[in-house]
Every structure is written in structure tokens, then in C-alpha cells.
């Protein structure tokens, strides 16, 4: 799989960009195990010749699409933060209302949040059961994560905020929290802004004026 900092032609990158793009439609219909690597190449109108070009197994097209997915809400992230203004945290703007204009401008659409929270739990499991997926994708999720704190620590220093305790505890909490409400709405059909919900009460404990 290539990495962020391997330079690859814009052909490439086109055909790279269709397979992703197919296999996010192809595994939110069928299922990340289920899917064939044959209903991904007809849904991107390639062969398999062109798939095995780009990604060595459906394993490796999935964790390509976790990292496309992760690096447009990163930039997503950082374009909510500039968006907020010189002075996003005054008194007239509390921490949570900052917190909510970025979640929104973070979250995908309703279904898309919910393929990608069902797909994530298969993947999952899927690692579970295999310690080589395991292996892999639990470090590319170290790594993703990593790069979520940096960003996160760097644009809370800008609107002039700071982490009441260490950043990756508080990022593993909020993201344990925001999940753990994702699958309860997905479970229960409850309200959709119950994961928003708690990462606000979240932010009131975990996140403080510098």
C-alpha cells in the first residue's frame, strides 16, 4: 500500500481514487467479508489485474480507505478550527458551542457515519481473528491516532486551549466515548446527536483554558 509520503502518477491515483471509492459503496452493501475483490474491480469498472496493481489484498484496500477517510476528517479539522475566528473561546463563546462547530463540520452524513461504523466493528473483528490484519491495522491506528493528537494539541494552542490531562488519554477517551455512542444510536435507532452529546459533556471535564 502506498504511503502518504510515497509520490505516485495522477493516473494512478485515479485508479487508486475509483477502487476506494467502489469498495466504500461495495462494503457498506455487503460487508467487509462478504465483499469480493470481483465486486469492487466490476463496481470501479476495472480488472483484477488493476486492482493488484494498487492494493495486494481487500485488507489492504480497507485500510487504505481508513486512511483516506482519516485524512480528509484531519483536514476537515483543521479548515473547522480556522473557521472558528481569532477569538472562537471569549465569553460569549463557551468551549462546548467551539466543540460543536467543529464536530459538525467533522462528522460525514448520516449513512455515511453509519457504513463506516458498522464497517470499522466487522474490520475489527476481523483482526480479532486474524493476528496478521491484527498487526497491521492496530498500527496504522497507533499511527493515525498519533497524528490526530499532534493535530488536535496543535490547534487547541491556537484558540488557546488545553488538554486537563495527558492528550492521547484525553483523545482516547473522547474517541472511546463518540464510538460507544455511535453504536448505541446504530443499536437503538436513538437520537443521532447522542455520540455529539457526549463528547461534549467530555469536553467539559478534559478540555480548559490555557
Known amino acids: ?12 491515483e485515479r485508479t487508486r481514487g475509483r477502487l476506494l ?15 469480493s475483490i470481483e465486486a469492487v474491480c466490476e463496481a470501479a469498472g476495472f480488472t483484477r489485474g488493476a486492482f493488484y496493481s494498487n492494493f495486494a489484498s481487500k485488507e489492504e484496500l480497507f485500510l487504505a480507505l481508513t486512511e483516506r477517510e482519516t485524512r480528509a476528517q484531519l483536514t476537515a479539522l483543521e479548515a473547522a478550527a480556522v473557521n472558528l475566528g481569532p477569538d ?3 465569553a460569549d463563546a463557551p468551549i462546548r458551542d467551539a466543540v460543536r462547530c467543529v464536530l459538525a463540520a ?7 457515519k453509519q457504513s463506516w461504523s458498522v ?5 475489527e473483528l476481523m483482526a480479532l481473528r486474524d493476528p496478521q490484519v491484527a498487526t497491521r491495522y492496530s498500527a496504522q491506528q497507533r499511527r493515525l491516532r498519533n497524528e490526530l493528537v499532534d493535530t488536535l494539541d496543535r490547534l487547541m494552542k491556537d484558540l488557546g486551549l488545553r488538554f486537563a490531562v495527558g492528550s492521547h488519554d484525553a483523545v482516547d477517551l473522547l474517541l472511546g466515548a463518540f464510538e460507544a455512542g ?10 443521532d446527536a447522542r ?6 459533556t467530555l ?3 478534559l478540555v480548559t483554558p490555557a
Open 106 to 112: 467533522v462528522m460525514p452524513d448520516p449513512a455515511a
Open 119 to 123: 464497517m470499522a466493528l466487522e474490520f
Open 21 to 35: 471509492d467502489a469498495a466504500f459503496d461495495v462494503f457498506a452493501r455487503h460487508g467487509v467479508q462478504a465483499a
Open 195 to 200: 455520540p455529539s452529546t457526549l463528547i461534549e
Open 88 to 90: 472562537p473561546v471569549g
Open 1 to 12: 500500500m502506498a504511503t502518504p509520503s510515497e509520490t505516485i502518477s495522477p493516473r494512478r
Open 203 to 205: 469536553v467539559d471535564l
Open 182 to 191: 455511535q453504536r448505541t444510536a446504530l443499536l437503538t435507532g436513538s437520537d
